[in-house]
């Protein structure tokens, strides 16, 4: 492995309610970066991160994992998280240490209690939050249910970057409205091909890519300016918006994944991390830590109120 530098590193904290593919996924992210040669599963209990007794046992994280990968020139420290609140300790210790946080919802379940809780310690914490739709493979899944949940329940705008042409158990392709490609999969592995969008798609792409130039052009005076003279903005100028929205805890790009599958890692992880802000940002996270953790996590939890009440 290259050495790198300070600027080079990310420390990303997998977060999201139990069940929602935080290990399967970070299995994945090992598997495309060429750590692991192979993807382990939950199931055969030889995951990198599910590696004691008693998380095999019964069949979910206990303790929070760090593993890395290598992608595009970054080393990315990625840290496993427990869903349960039960083990929300082991969250605390990992945000203090984190850059982002990437939010895995259960494509379908949506917005559950879990991700209230989890939400509610991002926000005590001020940490920005990329989400991910996973398991778009499912029966049951539903990408659009999925993101509306996220947006009646949260106060950070979700923005669409990626969304699923065909989800359910023939899942298989996605579009990236920031792209505007379509990439479909020819294999568990991650192997990909691009595509232009179909035609019955274009319309909703090109609606979608019109939301996230504004989200983006929200953020910067220069940029507003430059979408009411030109009328829309470079893909470039709108990593550099959406990174100040995301760094400001206002704005959430959404991007979507079957990590059983490995289906949309690596295009997730490219259009992701312009958007993940520097460590120096958080330099005042050091004093909300000291604050919360002089509390019991039931009453840090309290103070949001009640569950029904936006967390973020």
């Not at 890692?265 to 490219?270: G, N």
Request: neutral net charge; contains cysteine; hydrophobic residues 35%.
């Amino acid at each position: 492995m290259k050495n790198y530098s300070a600027k080079e590193i990310k420390n990303i904290v997998l977060i999201g309610a139990p069940g929602t593919g935080k290990t399967t996924l970070a299995e994945a992210m090992a598997f495309e970066g060429k750590v692991i040669d192979r993807r382990g599963s939950i199931e055969a209990n030889n995951t990198l991160s599910d590696n004691t007794d008693i998380e095999h046992e019964y069949k979910r994280s206990i303790y929070s994992t760090i593993l890395f990968t290598e992608f595009m020139d970054r080393k990315l420290n990625i840290i496993d998280c427990p869903g349960s609140d039960d083990f929300c300790g082991s969250l605390f210790s990992a945000f203090k240490v984190g850059d982002v946080g990437v939010f895995l919802f259960n494509a379908q379940n949506g917005w559950e209690v879990g991700s209230e809780i989890q939400a509610r310690y991002a926000r005590l914490l001020q940490k920005p939050v990329i989400g991910v739709v996973n398991q778009l493979d499912a029966e049951k899944a539903s990408f659009e249910a999925t993101v509306e949940s996220i947006r009646a329940s949260s106060r950070v705008k979700p923005v669409i970057v990626q969304y699923p042409v065909n989800q359910g158990p023939e899942f298989n392709a996605f579009i990236d409205v920031l792209l505007m490609k379509m990439y479909r999969f020819k294999d568990n592995d991650g192997h990909r091909e691009e595509l232009e969008i179909p035609a019955e798609e274009l319309e909703k792409a090109q609606e979608l890519n019109k939301e996230l130039v504004e989200m983006a052009a929200e953020h910067d005076e220069a940029l507003m300016e430059l979408y009411f003279d030109k009328g829309t903005l470079t893909q470039d100028d709108i990593r550099s918006g959406l990174k100040i929205g995301v760094s400001k805890r206002e704005v959430m790009p959404i991007f979507c994944t079957s990590g059983k599958r490995g289906h949309s890692f690596r295009p997730k992880a490219r259009r992701s991390r312009p958007t993940r802000p520097h460590p120096p940002w958080h330099s005042s996270s050091r004093a909300r830590w000291n604050s919360i953790s002089a509390r019991s996590p039931i009453s840090a939890s309290s103070e949001a109120g009640s569950p029904r009440e936006r967390s973020w």
